[in-house]
């Protein structure tokens, strides 16, 4: 118990049971579950439900200043924080890209997937794995501050992550290119959307040159979007067919709905209503089949 309550100490906002379970090494005779319900009743954890259904567990912060302290003399915090990276990239990163889901699942890892940032650019020069991890950790948490913001906070820490980034040569190519896409995809939040052309063709370049063909349909997407709202149409269209192109090669029907729902609205403000139909049909079919009623209505 007493272990264990150290290992907890890592945790930003709260943890769910399943993060107890991979993140704490207790040893091969303790039952984990049972040794954080043991915490609960003693009330050094306790447990909370932000949503129905769903249960959560915390430190009280006098507690979790005294378990730091404890994880610290038993040399055990650079294990710990590592199993806890790892599992909350790995969650992130598999949630982000189901692209609706993930904000709503990850509202509640913001500050463990943020903890992640500030323990890689509050001590700089940062290593790379640390620079990479972080950059991973704001790539995947695009789609909560993209629709929950707060968005310049969020720009903010890409500016600094991505700042550091490009003094090393050493960051791959796939990480860096999902962080300039989330930036491109968050600077017109701000007012700027000539900067988001930007990062999203630098992007694009990046997921050619090491041949992430998902990461290079999406960002086909995204810029199809800003050229869209700019009423560059010609351009949008271009983005959205090349990206249309890519997603069925890949085979991922999600993508496929989204990108024709976005040609139909493309038609539909060309007041060309027969193909806007068209698009919208074919998008319309796809999302039933997926049983995404969000996008369903939206198309409806």
Known sequence: EQRALAQCSV???????????????????ANTLDVIRSLRDKSLLRSYQPSPGEVRLALFESVREFAA????????????????????????????SRNLDASQVLKHEVENL?????????VMPAAVPELVA?????????????????????????DRALGA??????????????????RGKAQPQRGRALE???????????????GDRSTKATILTDLGVLYHHAREMDRAREHYQRALALHRGLGD?????RVLGNLGALHHDLRDVDEALNYYNQ????????GDRRFEGLLL
Do not use: N
């Not at 029907?253 to 709905?257: E, S």
């Open 134 to 158: 972080a950059l991973r950790a704001l790539a995947a948490l695009a789609p909560v501050f993209h629709t929950r913001g707060p968005v310049g906070v969020y720009l903010d820490w890409l």
């Open 165 to 182: 980034a490009e003094a090393c040569d050493e960051v791959p190519l796939p990480v860096l290119a999902k962080a300039y896409q989330a």
């Open 11 to 29: 945790f930003s906002g709260g943890f769910t049971p399943a993060a107890a379970s991979q993140v704490l090494e207790l040893g091969e005779d």
């Open 114 to 122: 943020m903890s992640i940032v500030e323990r890689t650019l509050d």
């Open 283 to 290: 998008a319309l079919v796809i999302f039933r089949e997926l």
């Open 196 to 210: 988001g052309i930007t990062d999203l063709t630098t992007a694009l370049t990046m997921a050619k040159s090491a």
């Open 69 to 96: 302290d404890q994880l610290e003399a038993m040399e055990q915090r650079r294990a710990t924080v590592a199993r806890h990276e790892a599992f909350f990239l790995d969650t992130a990163e598999r949630l982000a």
């Open 253 to 257: 029907r999600r993508a496929i709905g």
